[in-house]
């Protein structure tokens, strides 16, 4: 069994910063890449921010030069580092990874989601 668990949303002000992490746990064999999507009300979920086992990294236009993704590889743990957020930011995150079990099959992951609110 694989899980991932989100931890550091919360209410910011606009301009403010936060940092997301989520830690993947269970029979992991190997984790391939670790990402972050977001939803807003009423809208799709959308992809924030991605980084693959080799550290390669892509950001939605959006949150380039504002947002970076980060990973610990020893911890299983990805990190989203938002700086000066502003309230279209608003919405709840979430966790995804690509996870080869020690069983070795392949399947996607998603965390339970953190609620990010920027405040304007």
């Known amino acids: 069994q694989v899980q991932l668990v989100e931890s550091g949303g919360g209410l910011v002000q606009a301009g403010g910063s936060l940092r997301l992490s989520c830690a993947a746990s269970?029979?992991?064999?190997?984790?391939?890449?670790m990402g972050w999507y977001r939803q807003a009300p009423g809208k799709q979920r959308e992809l924030v921010a991605r980084i693959i086992s080799g550290g390669s990294t892509n950001y939605a236009d959006s949150v380039k030069g504002r947002f970076t993704i980060s990973r610990d590889n020893a911890k299983n743990t990805v990190y989203l580092q938002m700086n000066s957020l502003k309230p279209e930011d608003t919405g709840v995150y979430f966790c995804n990874a690509d996870i080869t079990a020690t069983a070795r099959s392949t399947a996607g992951y998603w965390g339970q989601g953190t609620q990010v609110t920027v405040s304007s």
């Open positions: 269970g029979s992991i064999f190997s984790i391939n890449h």
